[in-house]
Every structure is written in structure tokens, then in C-alpha cells.
């Protein structure tokens, strides 16, 4: 089954993300885990993909304060700029670097193709769907061939998406 492009997306200056009463007072901190949740929700509103966030377990609670996150897909980590933007601890995100999933359908496509070609078999090759378009993110593949499955990885050398693969 065909899975449709993803579009690309660039999060400069995308994310704000308001966050009521998350923290201590006392502390002075804010909930990291409800800034993870709330740019990983506002990733997926914008983009579609699905992301896992991390962020540092301890952030002050002080306008102007700085600190990095990770968005993850399937594979890929992306990073964030984030700075808390108001004294209730609001944050705003930011990468200026285009936040692309790798169409891996195309990918499975090429593997296929070419398993046919040097090899002479019928392969049907599955790929995470949700890949970051990077140069030197891998990822596992799997080829299925009579019934066998054949893990290989997949590595792409450069910020199109080409991708070189090599069996386990």
C-alpha cells in the first residue's frame, strides 16, 4: 500500500506553546513533561508526524531562559531551541533547519527494485514510516523473500534522502 508524501516543514518560529500552571511556584521550574507533550502535540498539528520529545528534566522558570529539546521520529532526532517567553512559563521553539520525513515508500520502492535487479528475487521490503530526511540517519528495513525476512540497514548520504543499504 502507497503511503502519501509527507510535506516538509519548517519550525522556525512555528512553536508557542502556552502552559498553564505547569511547575512549582516554589521551585521556580517548569513541568518538563508538559512541555515535551505540548511541542510534541503542536509537531504533529502542524505536521502531521509524530514525534516523541525530550527536554532537559529541569527548566527554570525565568523569561529568557534557554534550553534544547529533541524531537524524535521513528528514526532521526531533531533538535529545538526553546526559550521560556512569559513568568507563567510559556515557551516558544524554534529550528531553522527544514523538519522533512523521508518518503520511505519511495524507499521501498528503490530496495525492491534493486533486490530484483542484482538479485534476481521478488522481495517486499518494509520501512519505518516516519524517518527524519537527514544525512546519516539509519534506519532497519526489512525484506520479506519467500516467506523469510531479511533485516538490512539503511543509511542516507546526504539531505535529499539518497540512501545506500546493506544486509545484516
Known amino acids: 500500500m502507497a503511503r502519501p508524501a509527507?510535506?516538509?516543514l519548517a519550525l522556525a518560529?512555528?512553536?508557542?506553546?502556552?502552559?498553564?500552571?505547569?511547575?512549582?511556584?516554589e521551585t521556580k521550574t517548569i513541568?518538563?513533561?508538559q512541555v515535551e507533550h505540548e511541542i510534541a502535540r503542536a509537531?504533529?498539528?502542524h505536521s502531521g508526524i509524530p514525534t516523541?520529545?525530550?527536554c532537559p528534566s529541569r527548566i527554570e522558570r525565568e523569561v529568557g531562559y534557554r534550553f534544547t529539546c529533541a524531537a524524535a521520529m521513528e528514526a532521526g532526532r531533531y533538535p529545538l531551541a526553546v526559550v521560556v517567553t512569559s513568568e507563567g512559563g510559556d515557551v516558544r521553539y524554534e529550528n531553522h533547519e527544514p523538519f522533512i520525513a523521508l518518503d520511505?515508500?519511495?524507499?521501498?520502492?528503490?530496495i525492491?527494485?534493486?533486490?530484483?535487479?542484482?538479485?534476481?528475487?521478488?522481495?517486499?521490503?518494509?520501512?519505518?514510516?516516519?524517518?527524519l530526511q537527514r544525512k546519516g540517519v539509519s534506519f532497519t528495513?526489512?525484506?520479506?523473500?519467500?516467506g523469510r525476512s531479511y533485516p538490512f540497514t539503511v543509511t542516507q548520504t546526504n539531505e535529499k534522502g539518497h540512501v545506500v543499504y546493506e544486509g545484516h
Do not use: F
Open 141 to 146: 528495513c526489512t525484506a520479506t523473500i519467500d
Open 13 to 25: 518560529a512555528l512553536g508557542t506553546v502556552a502552559l498553564a500552571a505547569c511547575g512549582s511556584s
Open 43 to 45: 509537531i504533529k498539528h
Open 52 to 54: 516523541t520529545v525530550t
Open 31 to 33: 513541568d518538563s513533561a
Open 112 to 131: 525492491t527494485a534493486s533486490i530484483a535487479k542484482q538479485r534476481g528475487l521478488k522481495a517486499t521490503v518494509r520501512c519505518p514510516r516516519y524517518v
Open 6 to 8: 509527507l510535506p516538509a
Open 104 to 110: 520511505t515508500t519511495k524507499v521501498e520502492g528503490a
